[in-house]
């Protein structure tokens, strides 16, 4: 049986219930800011080798926990993890980022996906999961992910990153009905992804909907919205006390707060672009909110960070419900002892905020 937890407050946010003060953790807060990172990912070779070996994945995933008082783990892996395992040959081209060997580009290249076999095809992952759980022996929660349909597409079809998404806005404007059939495969897939890692020892999930935020309002509810509304009404997140809770985070989801809220999700990851004031008025305590610090604010000095997270905290206002994050994710060459100072003043300025 897993050890219980020691720490609780990231899943009491979560449910909307009382905490003694307000719980944090970082979107890539175990990466390459980290000296200790960069020597594990040295060793494994590569950052593929290093996401596909589940002892180095739970080595990088436990160390932000060892140098900070974090309120939750979240599992080293990378969000292109699912269409690599459909078929397209993910790997990193130096200075470059992410790319796909074979690019979605057709409708016979459509017609090939099928939801992969979890246990033969992402084994590492749930692996890594059940690994970490037992290693942080209760410590703190530890969370799964997976990017969304829409920002997986994103990739699958441009074949990497891209600074304008021409290729799958024009299949969205000029064939719709040959992109809703690719997202359906795909959130197929992330639905079987993300139940496996729960049922691997996740204790919450995390959706990571990057590039909804590049869509026009109309497009962003058929091609992105849809496919979180389905991911989080189908699901399975257990029952009572070992239910785990769902986020949906996206870049740019401020217009969509009252959707998101309204999708079932136990909370919505928000971006700087909204104050949280703003955002919990809107979302009226249907969901936690999680958010929403600039991460250019680490780059400031420990005063500037610590009265901006402040800043942060009071707009959230008194009452249950919030999780302190960054409204998106670090940077390499962040300073770790500002992602000290960060912590440390969320604890302290959390302090009965949200009981």
């Not at 003060?21 to 990466?31: D, I, S």
Request: charged fraction near 25%.
């Amino acid at each position: 049986m897993p050890a219980p937890l020691k720490n609780d407050r990231f899943l009491r946010a979560l449910r909307r219930e009382p905490v003694d003060t307000t719980p944090v953790w970082l979107m890539r807060q175990a990466g390459r800011y980290l000296p200790e990172y960069r020597a594990t990912r040295a060793r494994a070779g590569s950052f593929l080798g290093l996401a596909k070996n589940p002892e180095a994945a739970c080595e990088v995933t436990l160390q932000p926990l060892d140098r900070f008082d974090l309120d939750a783990a979240i599992l080293f892996s990378d969000i292109l993890t699912v269409p690599d395992a459909m078929g397209l040959g993910l790997y990193f081209a130096e200075g470059e980022g992410p790319k796909f060997e074979r690019p979605v580009r057709s409708e016979a290249d459509i017609a090939k996906l099928a939801v992969p076999d979890i246990g033969a095809t992402l084994g590492y992952v749930t692996d890594a999961v059940s690994l970490i759980r037992r290693e942080l022996d209760g410590r703190v929660p530890l969370i799964g992910f997976s990017g969304s349909p829409w920002t997986l597409a994103c990739y699958m079809v441009e074949g990497g990153g891209s600074k304008d998404f021409a290729r799958i806005k024009a299949l969205a404007y000029d064939q719709p009905a040959l992109l809703h059939r690719l997202l359906e495969v795909v959130t197929d897939a992330v639905i079987a992804y993300l139940d496996a890692q729960r049922q691997a020892g996740a204790q919450a999930l995390q959706v990571f909907d990057t590039w909804g935020g590049v869509l026009a309002p109309h497009v962003y509810r058929e091609f992105s919205l849809r496919y979180l509304e389905r991911i989080a009404r189908e699901l399975p997140r257990g029952d009572g006390a070992d239910r785990a809770p769902l986020i949906l985070f996206g870049k740019g989801n401020a217009p969509y707060l009252e959707n998101l809220a309204a999708s079932g999700a136990e909370g919505v990851g928000v971006d700087w672009l909204v104050s949280l004031d703003e955002a919990r008025r809107r979302t009226a305590g249907r969901v936690a909110l999680q958010g929403n610090l600039d991460p250019a604010t680490l780059y400031a000095t420990p005063e500037v960070i610590r009265s901006e997270v402040r800043r942060a905290i009071d707009a959230y206002g008194d009452g249950p419900g919030h999780v302190f994050n960054l409204g998106h994710g670090m940077a390499p060459d962040m300073n770790p002892e500002h992602v000290a100072v960060l912590v440390d003043a969320v604890h302290e300025f959390g302090r009965g905020r949200a009981g």
